[in-house]
């Protein structure tokens, strides 16, 4: 059941991801880079200002030392593909989108060591040090985003003139249910997700829910500030809400060998997708540019 938990979420992160290009262009990401503003925006905000949030709301939290150590990991894991398919659900900048997460896939290769050992200098009495793989990074990255990604895109400028209003439509549809397949997949089939009792973990589930709203809060405003366009505002705004828990997951089990903040990864897991899906719909319907001016 594991294995199979193994192959089926990487496989339909790579559906997802090839559904998304499906719907770009070569000039949606052209427009990005030649605006760079948005990007560096968003790739700052994820990488400095979304761990600085995380440190200064668990510093006095009642809750024990290792569990804040699993909350700082977490928000050094930004980003990630479902991100992706929550930006294009709610018609963002989805180049921006996956734009953010290829570099931060990146970036992440440095930051996140420096992270935990930040993390474990504060909040405990051992040091821990970590090293993500380059090479199976990438791997990863390039197997279930880029390639996906610029597959959709080839395809889409090569025949997109053929695609009606109803396979745009249906889209619409399919990329959310493979999403939601691999959700139950991982709750019925992934073994970490087993015995988990989640009415018993209210102390760490209201930190992270409060995270996962100031989060999605500074990125719109950090964005605003930076007088960016509204859809790149609660762009960044998801990306910021949306922590890739999957890796986090993966560095408390495979890495640090810690359950405790193992189960960080997967409270936060089970409640992000849908609370920074309504964060990032609030945003958009009614903190536009004329209601931010009512206000």
């Known amino acids: 059941m594991q ?106 290769l440095f930051s996140i060591p420096l992270v935990i050992e930040l993390s474990y200098a504060v909040f405990g009495n051992n040091g821990a040090k970590v090293q993500l793989s380059f090479g199976q990074t990438m791997g990863d990255v390039l197997l279930t985003v880029v390639l996906p990604v610029m597959s959709g895109i080839l395809i889409n400028e090569l025949y997109g003139h053929k695609f009606g209003e109803s396979f745009h439509k249906a889209l619409r549809y399919i990329l959310p249910g493979i999403m939601l397949l691999a959700f139950i997949v991982v709750i019925f089939f992934d073994e970490n997700q087993k015995g988990v009792e989640y009415l018993k973990h209210l102390n760490l589930l209201i930190p992270l829910i409060i995270l996962n709203f100031a989060t999605i809060i500074a990125g719109f405003f950090a964005a605003r500030r930076m007088k960016l366009k509204h859809s790149a505002a609660y762009t960044i705004a998801v990306e910021m809400g949306l922590q890739n828990s999957v890796l986090a997951l993966f560095i408390a089990n495979q890495l640090l060998k810690n359950q405790d903040i193992s189960l960080v990864a997967i409270l936060y897991g089970s409640f992000s997708l849908i609370t920074t899906f309504l964060g990032g719909w609030i945003l958009k319907h009614y903190f536009g540019k004329e209601n931010i001016e009512k206000v």
């Open 3 to 108: 294995q199979f938990a193994d192959i089926f979420m990487p496989l339909s992160i790579a559906l997802i991801m090839f559904g998304i290009g499906l719907e770009l262009c070569l000039k949606d990401f052209r427009r990005v880079f030649a605006h760079p503003r948005a990007i560096i925006t968003g790739l700052v905000s994820q990488i400095f200002l979304l761990p600085l949030i995380a440190f200064l709301l668990i510093f006095f939290w009642p809750i024990d030392p290792i569990y804040k150590i699993g909350i700082i990991l977490l928000a050094g894991c930004p980003g990630g593909t479902a991100s992706n398919l929550v930006t294009k659900m709610l018609k963002g900048r989805v180049a921006l989108s996956v734009s953010l997460t290829a570099f931060n896939s990146l970036i992440i």
